[in-house]
Nanobody, 121 residues
Framework: QVQLVESGGGLVQAGGSLRLSCAGS????????MGWYRQAPGNERELVAL???????NYADSVKGRFTISRENAKNTVYLTMNSLKPEDTNVYYC???????????????WGRGTQVTVSS
């Protein structure tokens, strides 16, 4: 079994910064793409940022230049550094990883439980 556990969410004023972390644990053989999505109540989950295990990154237009995604492969961990936060960034942020479980020949999409980010104006 594999778990992704997010941390680092909270309440911040507009213009402030937060750093989210997501650590994978369990029977992990390898991890491919990792990333972050966000979802507000009543809305669909949307992509924030992705990173491949080769270091390529992809960002939503709304966060380009403000958010940075990074990862530590040895720790099965992905980070999201969020600067210049805006009230519209308020959401639940979910960690995502494409995980190859030990003994399995395929990758499985895996999600964390989410962490709340609230930006006050």
């Amino acid at each position: 079994q594999v778990q992704l556990v997010e941390s680092g969410g909270g309440l911040v004023q507009a213009g402030g910064s937060l750093r989210l972390s997501c650590a994978g644990s369990g029977s992990i053989f390898s991890i491919g793409t990792m990333g972050w999505y966000r979802q507000a109540p009543g809305n669909e989950r949307e992509l924030v940022a992705l990173t491949t295990n080769g270091g390529e990154t992809n960002y939503a237009d709304s966060v380009k230049g403000r958010f940075t995604i990074s990862r530590e492969n040895a720790k099965n961990t992905v980070y999201l550094t969020m600067n210049s936060l805006k009230p519209e960034d308020t959401n639940v942020y979910y960690c995502f990883a494409n995980v190859q479980i030990r003994g399995s020949g395929k990758y499985t999409a895996t999600w964390g439980r989410g962490t709340q980010v609230t930006v006050s104006s």
